[in-house]
């Protein structure tokens, strides 16, 4: 399984990122170093959409808090840049597939990162993994 991350991304030129108690949804919470992640600059930080490829360098879970009864896994990770987009795929492009049973790997982007407005890490299926990695 690919991941993705969708969170402020400070230089997007980078060769490494380093994201901090990310939190996980949609199957994120399994991933770990080795696996393939693609990187969104968040548009809500001033991003735009996605920026690179990468691998996992390294995957810590985070301990859940015992003061708080529910809250999402949260994940910090590592990534070496592999590759860097080289066509825009951010918000604007996906925002208009919005049929939730299309199948359509934009559509599984736009349900699993915009619908709600939260940076996370998801994974993403292999057809979705096989589309986005047409923009490096």
Same mark, same amino acid.
């Given at each position: 399984?690919?991941?993705?991350?969708?969170?402020?991304? @400070?230089?997007?030129?980078? /060769?490494?990122?380093? #994201? &901090?108690?990310?939190?996980?949804?949609? *199957? =994120? @919470?399994?991933?770990?170093? /080795?696996?393939?992640? #693609? &990187?969104?600059?968040?548009?809500?930080? *001033? =991003?735009?959409?996605?920026?690179?490829?990468?691998?996992?360098?390294?995957?810590?879970?985070?301990?859940?808090?015992?003061?708080?009864?529910?809250?999402?896994?949260?994940?910090?990770?590592?990534?070496?840049?592999?590759?860097?987009?080289?066509?825009?795929?951010?918000?604007?492009?996906?925002?208009?597939?919005?049929?939730?049973?299309?199948?359509?790997?934009?559509?599984?982007?736009?349900?699993?990162?915009?619908?709600?407005?939260?940076?996370?890490?998801?994974?993403?299926?292999?057809?979705?993994?096989?589309?986005?990695?047409?923009?490096?």
């Amino acid at each position: 399984m690919a991941f993705a991350i969708k969170a402020e991304v @400070k230089d997007p030129q980078a /060769g490494t990122f380093s #994201f &901090v108690a990310q939190k996980t949804m949609y *199957g =994120g @919470k399994q991933i770990a170093e /080795g696996d393939t992640i #693609f &990187v969104f600059a968040s548009e809500n930080e *001033g =991003g735009q959409g996605l920026v690179a490829r990468g691998i996992v360098t390294s995957s810590e879970a985070i301990s859940r808090r015992p003061d708080l009864e529910r809250q999402t896994p949260r994940v910090s990770v590592s990534i070496r840049r592999t590759a860097s987009a080289v066509r825009r795929m951010g918000r604007d492009e996906i925002k208009r597939f919005k049929d939730w049973k299309d199948g359509r790997p934009e559509t599984e982007l736009n349900f699993k990162f915009y619908r709600q407005a939260t940076n996370k890490i998801v994974g993403v299926s292999d057809r979705t993994a096989a589309f986005l990695d047409g923009f490096f």
